[in-house]
């Protein structure tokens, strides 16, 4: 893959990355194998935030002898300087390294949100201090809101914006990714599986790819199975084919836009209701994983512990896709409940 520029970081990078988040669900071997993978393939820009649980450790041991050749992006979402500084010196430590090449702020994805970080004592006030001292290279932002961080952009204050975009997420590309390449804003773009809601991840990453105003897309993989598919993609030809055409018309009639993108911000639970699984077991896991020993269990705990549900709201306050949560969840619940006792009728 012929390199890009991002945006005036003037960093050099191949225009597929890695997204640092599944790589928290599996061991730290098969981590570390997976991510050194990734640099055995050319891939050099690596994405992790200081939520992640392990992510960055990982990430830090598999690259510690390679630092020099590899751009580290990692994020913080704290809004005071002083928290800020605690999680960046934190991500410092577990990246093993003395600098951040692109540090974000995480998910600002309101203005209000925005207003506190500006403000005296506030967490951008920490991002120059360390940038200052070299801590940092360069300032980057993450959003969910495509309409808040165009605002945001406008300012001139951030050398690179991550985003949502996939083939239902589109919004992105009416005004934000336009006026990041005409302000010269590197555009990095997660989700492109829709959290792995997709049919067919070689269609959406071709889609994402092919877009004119994306500079690095960053799939989060966890197996080097997935690595290598994945690279296999993003190296060949950009355009979709017919067959890709129907299957994103097919997952767009299916999905529509309330779908769980499995970015786990709806966490922790009050009740301890596993969340994502709830929404995505019949979608996803089940048709992709079907019935192995344990699940008819696994889903019979699931349902009952759903029904606990005290209608708190905190899981719909923090989705970022501002989706009804607590009525998808029994509606789930529901559909679930019909399908084991199908099944365990037969």
């Not at 390199?3 to 669900?25: A, C, E, M, S």
């Not at 690279?231 to 979709?240: F, M, P």
């Not at 836009?257 to 995505?280: K, S």
């Not at 905190?314 to 409940?337: F, G, K, N, V, W």
């Amino acid at each position: 893959m012929k390199k890009i520029t991002l945006g005036r970081t003037g960093l050099k990078i191949n225009p597929f990355g890695f997204g640092g988040i599944p790589i928290q669900r599996v061991t730290e071997e098969e981590a570390v194998a997976v991510v050194r993978r990734c640099y055995e393939l050319g891939v050099d820009y690596y994405d992790t935030a200081r939520g992640y649980t392990v992510s960055e450790e990982r990430i830090g041991k598999a690259l510690e002898d390679v630092r020099d050749e590899v751009v580290l992006a990692t994020k913080s979402g704290r809004r005071t300087a002083e928290e800020l500084e605690a999680e960046l010196e934190t991500s410092l430590g577990n990246l093993r390294t003395d600098r951040i090449d692109v540090y974000q702020l995480h998910n600002v994805s309101s203005h209000e949100v925005w207003e506190k970080i500006k403000a005296p004592g506030g967490a951008l006030e920490a991002l120059y201090r360390a940038k200052d001292r070299g801590k940092i290279e360069h300032l980057g932002i993450t959003s969910h809101d495509p309409g808040v961080c165009a605002d945001i952009v406008e300012e001139g204050i951030f050398e690179t914006m991550m985003i949502p975009y996939n083939y239902l997420a589109h919004i992105p590309q009416e005004r934000l990714l336009p006026l990041c390449r005409r302000m010269n804003v590197g555009t990095v773009i997660m989700k492109p599986f829709g959290g792995g809601a997709f049919t067919n991840v070689n269609a959406a990453l071709r889609f994402v790819m092919g877009s004119e105003n994306v500079d690095v897309v960053i799939p989060g993989m966890m197996t080097v199975a997935e690595v290598e598919e994945n690279h296999r993609v993003a190296s060949g030809l950009r355009g979709l084919t017919e067959e890709d055409h129907a299957l994103i018309e097919r997952d767009k009639e299916e999905l529509g836009t309330q779908f769980c993108r499995a970015c786990n911000y709806c966490q922790p639970c009050p009740q301890d209701i596993p969340i994502t699984y709830v929404l995505r077991a019949e979608s996803q896991s089940l048709k992709r994983m079907g019935w192995r020993p344990g699940t008819e269990k696994r889903i019979a705990e699931v349902i009952e512990v759903t029904r606990t549900c005290i209608e708190c709201g905190e899981c719909e306050e923090r989705c970022p896709y501002e989706l009804p949560i607590r009525t998808l969840i029994q509606e789930r619940a529901d559909s679930l409940e019909a399908i084991l006792e199908a099944r365990l009728r037969d």
